[in-house]
Nanobody
């Protein structure tokens, strides 16, 4: 089993920045893709971006140029740096990791962008 613990959410004004972290623990042998999703009230969960074990990244068009995903394989941790935040970025953010072909989810962390 793999456990994921997220941190870093909160309230920020439009144009501000936040950094989310997601640390994996447990019987970890090999984590491949790590990623972030988000779910706004009344909407479906959507992909924010992913990062492969080698560091290749993919971003949704809505966050491209503003968000950056990185990872520290030695710490089994993935990060989401969010800059120039907009009210429409308000959502619960979830990390997801693939471990031995199985996906695991974090508990979610609330990000609220409001003045």
């Amino acid at each position: 089993q793999v456990q994921l613990v997220e941190s870093g959410g909160g309230l920020v004004q439009p144009g501000g920045s936040l950094r989310l972290s997601c640390a994996a623990s447990g019987n970890i042998f090999s984590i491949s893709t790590m990623g972030w999703y988000r779910q706004a009230p009344g909407k479906q969960r959507e992909l924010v971006g992913t990062i492969s074990k080698s560091g290749s990244t993919y971003y949704a068009d809505s966050v491209k140029g503003r968000f950056t995903i990185s990872r520290d394989n030695s710490k089994n941790t993935v990060y989401l740096q969010m800059n120039n935040l907009k009210p429409e970025d308000t959502a619960v953010y979830y990390c997801n990791v693939l471990h031995l072909g199985r996906g695991y989810w974090g508990q979610g962390t609330q990000v609220t962008v409001s003045s």
